[in-house]
């Protein structure tokens, strides 16, 4: 069998969900095939955040169709609410096509990602990303909020050295184009 010439491959997976696990071991078979993919093409939003994360181009429907697409999911977010049970340790990714409440702890070298909120009922010391898709409304809510990194939409943002006051919930939240660090407010599932 002659090996395969190293090509430019475009993979198209529709309408399929597919985990970021599932993604990696096919990229791994055509990896050992000599095939290199440079472009993911996915209608699925989450399917294309998880592609991002690896480093591929993804591609969804045409611009206007897409925008229209993204803000019907920032419309839902509000409504959809996706619990996850346990805590991501390092190497894990955990990415939610809605708001997101994490019971467990996200270790250093885990990520969490969402289109919409990213709460956790635990401490937050790996890498958090709400409104992945470009929600500037989202937030980041923790009972032990220190992240290496925070993300809201496309800003980025490192919290500070100084600890919170114990039992004391923190979230974060785009404030006149920064990354600000509050108090967390109770009502966050009533706000506006």
Same mark, same amino acid.
């Given at each position: ?23 990696q071991v096919l990229l791994r078979k055509l990896d050992s095939r000599g095939m290199k993919v ?55 990714t955990l990415v939610a096509p809605g708001t997101i409440l994490l019971l467990g702890d996200v270790?250093p070298g885990a990520i969490i990602s969402s289109v919409g909120d990213v709460m956790i009922w ?6 958090? $990303?709400?409104?992945? *898709?470009?929600?500037?409304? !989202?937030? &980041? @809510? =923790?009972? $032990?909020?220190?992240? *290496?990194?925070?993300?809201? !939409?496309? &800003? @980025? =943002? ?13 979230? =974060? ?20």
């Amino acid at each position: 069998m002659s090996e395969l010439p190293i090509g430019f491959i475009v993979v198209s997976s529709h309408n399929w969900t597919l985990t970021r696990f599932s993604i990696q071991v096919l990229l791994r078979k055509l990896d050992s095939r000599g095939m290199k993919v440079e472009v993911w093409e996915s209608k699925r939003p989450e399917v294309r955040m998880i592609v991002s994360s690896l480093g591929i181009l993804a591609k969804g429907e045409d611009r206007e169709q897409s925008d229209m697409k993204n803000q019907t999911v920032l419309d839902s977010v509000r409504e959809e609410i996706i619990i996850h049970r346990g805590t991501l340790r390092s190497g894990d990714t955990l990415v939610a096509p809605g708001t997101i409440l994490l019971l467990g702890d996200v270790n250093p070298g885990a990520i969490i990602s969402s289109v919409g909120d990213v709460m956790i009922w635990g401490k937050l010391r790996g890498i958090a $990303h709400a409104g992945c *898709l470009g929600n500037q409304k !989202a937030r &980041i @809510v =923790a009972m $032990h909020l220190r992240p *290496l990194q925070l993300r809201i !939409a496309q &800003i @980025v =943002a490192r919290v500070p050295d100084d600890k919170p006051g114990m039992g004391l919930a923190e979230e =974060a939240q785009i404030f006149e184009g920064n990354i600000r660090i509050t108090l967390a407010y109770p009502g966050w599932s009533n706000r506006t």
